[in-house]
């Protein structure tokens, strides 16, 4: 059980940084424009936000190419990553399900993820998508600061959307899609005087896709360019307090190109790119942390569009921290006779912006309609990841292929 109070500490890091002013954690460094700890070294300025779960990938197929998905094949994943992407689907419909355990490698058996999604197309231009991501953390003790029992619960989030794609001319799509959000972390109890409620929010993602298909190798290829930003919505609050957390809005852009080696083999390569759009937070010691001086750091106080636009600039290390807020994932795919698969990839995060650096591996299998995936991911530094020696599961019910049918 501590394991698992530790697990909900974790996230509630991400949503009441107000409650902790790092005290103790450095100095701020003009110079190097960063906070040194006692050996002078830059700690981290990690990007936070409310309601994580929302960037947590669902499915087998992306967590098995290092999290790339923006521009590789449609699924129901694709409200994910880009909706706009269901706007090429080759399938009448598709529906599919995963399971992602979490922090399994902890010994924790009841906190996961578990996703449910769907597409139908309206007809060869315009499509629609719908899908329900759930995360579980498992039954938690509630201490109070003196460390005495004050109840338990079960902390639970979702996330439901709902997504409608078209085709604006036969190589380009664009899509939006709507999301509702609530997250039940502590409700009935109190941090600082406050009582904690559900968190309840409304967001949208705007995506778009240039999909080609130039015959460079005799038998056919692919070339995909997707962009997406999503979790753009209303910030959130657990308490009756004005002070709010933003959610983890995204900027994505993607690359996949898909090579049909002949009748029976087929690779693919993808590219992702990923940074938050929330604003860099600035060290407590930093001289406009609170300019205001309301106790609240400035960059905390932003409006959602705020935020979203001055998240390109706003990092106080310049310019090369901006750098260091993209996320890069890598992933290869190879299917043999369009039935069976193997995937590969690595995903890297800058170690002063979480530090989150892995490699991936995981196969695929299709029979008539039915898919099946499996993912794993193995940790290549110190820093642990939540589905360290995990394995994940998804399940995809195929319709009609529309080429089939005509």
């Known amino acids: 059980m501590k394991l698992k109070l530790l697990s909900i500490l974790i996230v509630f890091v991400f949503l009441l940084p107000s409650q902790m002013k790092a005290q103790g954690a450095g100095v701020w460094d003009p110079g190097r424009r960063c906070v040194l700890d006692p050996n002078s070294q830059c700690v981290p300025n990690t990007l936070l936000s409310a309601v994580p779960f929302l960037r947590i990938i669902p499915d087998a197929v992306g967590g098995a190419m290092g999290d790339a998905g923006v521009a590789t094949g449609v699924n129901p994943y694709a409200l994910h990553y880009n909706a706009s992407k269901l706007a090429f689907a080759e399938r009448q419909s598709s529906f599919a399900a995963s399971y992602t355990p979490w922090l399994r490698n902890l010994g924790l058996t009841d906190v996961y993820l578990a996703y449910l999604g769907g597409y139908m197309k309206i007809d060869d231009l315009q499509s629609f998508g719908a899908s329900f991501r759930y995360f579980a953390l498992g039954e938690i003790n509630f201490t109070n600061v003196d460390g005495q029992p004050i109840g338990t619960g079960r902390p639970r989030e979702f996330e439901f959307a709902v997504a409608y794609a078209r085709k604006l001319s036969p190589k380009f799509s664009a899509a939006v899609t709507t999301k509702f959000i609530y997250s039940n972390l502590a409700s009935g109890f109190q941090v600082g005087g406050f009582d904690i409620t559900s968190?309840?929010?409304?967001?949208?993602?705007?995506s778009v896709t240039y999909h080609s298909n130039p015959d460079l190798t005799g038998v056919g290829t692919d070339f995909a360019l997707g962009a997406a930003i999503s979790n753009l919505g209303s910030k959130i609050s657990y308490t009756n307090s004005s002070d709010k957390e933003f959610i983890p809005a995204n900027f994505a852009l993607g690359a996949a190109y898909k090579m049909n080696l002949d009748e029976y083999n087929s690779l693919?390569?993808?590219?992702?790119?990923n940074k938050l759009l929330v604003p860099t937070p600035y060290p407590v010691d930093h001289p406009d942390y609170d300019n205001n001086g309301n106790g609240i750091g400035d960059y905390r106080e932003q409006s959602t569009f705020g935020g979203v636009f001055g998240s390109f600039g706003d990092a106080p290390g310049g310019f090369s921290e901006e750098l260091k807020e993209f996320e890069i994932s890598i992933g290869a795919e190879y299917w043999y006779d369009n039935q069976f698969a193997v995937r590969a990839g690595y995903y890297y995060q800058h170690p002063l912006k979480g530090d989150r650096q892995y490699l991936t591996i995981g196969v695929g299998l299709k029979y008539n309609v039915v898919g099946i995936d499996i993912a794993y991911l193995a940790p290549t530094n110190a820093q642990r990841s939540p589905?360290?020696?995990?394995?994940?599961f998804g399940f995809t019910f195929n319709g009609i292929n529309q080429e089939a049918q005509q």
Not at 268 to 273: E, H, I, K, M, Y
Not at 387 to 392: G, I
């Open 268 to 273: 693919t390569f993808a590219l992702d790119f």
């Open 199 to 206: 968190g309840k929010a409304f967001a949208a993602d705007i």
């Open 387 to 392: 589905l360290d020696n995990t394995l994940r």
